[in-house]
């Protein structure tokens, strides 16, 4: 992660190995090399073979380093540790890694060498703070075909692999995850992917819901955090492979989970300042729970529901109305040509935007 950084750092113009090299033997690593070098030839055994990823329409084959037997290792040399052998390798077997990743990318340089940049998806990954095994997790699965697809895809992420279940949360995740989510699981919670996958939905459950103890509540609102990063990532890879309906998919996850709730929910107005699962209910049965419903509504009938002081209804009222209401319209026009149009309507003006 530390070696894709300096690379997107230096984009567009681009990093020689030569370079890299000499800003790794800069680093600390090169000192605790020398100082345990049985440590690290463990540590980075210099093996791994080659990788192919499929990005789009295009397929590469990124060939490794050849295996480094462990009695050649630079580190484990008779007449002492190489650390200069051993970080040019590490160098070239990490960048061989982030290109079969798609992260970065290598072009001549115009002398006989190269020169590495940071390809899109690397920028973003980048930006994200997303393990490199991550990334290489999201190109290796299988397109997603709804939300629930791109929700277990989001789940299984290596970045969650510390939000195990502990001995004492299994049994009472296992009963939310038969009972208190939308997609139901069965059998035991036992991974980390499995906890995430609970936790995440009940973040998004329209209350009653239950109670999180507060470990609970507190590793959720983070896992909340990460996950808005990550599904960052994930629309930059759909964007990438051009595939609509998993893109979709995970936008609409993405904007779920800022709000914190389901695209379908009835309860539409808890995403409004000052209004809580308590409000949201009274609101609900007053038959104002959506964003619609609340703006034709009487404002003393929403600060009667809610027990508030007027100006209260009125301001939460304003508050609706100034959300831009969009509507899209498209047309095909025979052949490759379609027209878009995007309404947007705010108290009573409408402006359009047109576009082929």
């Known amino acids: 992660e530390a070696l894709m950084a300096e690379v997107a750092a230096a984009s567009p113009t681009g990093l020689g190995i030569g370079a890299l090299a000499a800003w790794l033997r800069s680093t600390f690593l090169r000192v605790r090399c020398g100082k345990s070098p049985a440590t690290y030839a463990a540590a980075f055994p210099l093996t791994d073979g080659g990788t192919s990823v499929n990005v789009g329409v295009e397929q590469r084959q990124i060939q490794m380093q050849p295996p480094c037997p462990r009695q050649h290792h630079p580190l484990l040399a008779a007449e002492g540790p190489d650390v200069d052998r051993f970080i040019e390798l590490l160098c070239a077997c990490e960048l061989s890694k982030l290109e079969s990743a798609c992260l970065i990318q290598r072009r001549q340089d115009g002398v006989g060498g190269c020169v590495f940049y940071a390809t899109a998806l690397g920028e973003a990954a980048c930006r994200c703070g997303v393990r490199v095994d991550t990334v290489r997790q999201f190109l290796a699965a299988e397109a997603p075909r709804d939300m629930q697809g791109v929700l277990s895809l989001l789940s299984s992420s290596p970045d969650f692999e510390d939000a195990r279940p502990k001995q004492g949360q299994r049994a009472q995740l296992r009963e939310w995850a038969q009972k208190s989510v939308r997609w139901t699981a069965k059998g035991p919670v036992d991974t980390a992917g499995k906890k995430v996958h609970v936790l995440l939905q009940l973040a998004l459950g329209d209350p009653p819901r239950p109670q999180l103890p507060w ?54 107005v808890r995403q409004l300042p000052n209004i809580g ?24 009938q ?4 809610c027990g508030r002081r007027p100006p209260f209804g009125n301001d939460l009222q304003a508050k609706v109305r100034a959300l831009p209401r969009l509507a899209l319209r498209l047309a095909h026009e025979g052949g490759a040509r379609a027209s878009v149009r995007i309404d947007v309507a705010n108290d009573g003006v409408v402006s359009g935007l047109d576009g082929i």
């Open 277 to 300: 699962d308590t409000n949201a209910q009274r609101l609900q049965a007053a038959g104002m729970g959506t964003l619609a419903g609340l703006a034709a509504g009487d404002p003393r």
């Open 302 to 305: 929403v600060e009667l529901a």
């Open 215 to 268: 470990d609970l509540k507190a590793q959720q609102r983070q896992l909340l955090i990460r996950s808005d990063v990550q599904l960052h990532l994930l629309v930059e890879i759909f964007k990438c492979r051009r595939q609509g309906v998993p893109l979709a998919w995970a936008l609409l996850l993405r904007k779920c989970l800022k709000k914190r709730l389901w695209e379908d929910s009835p309860m539409e």
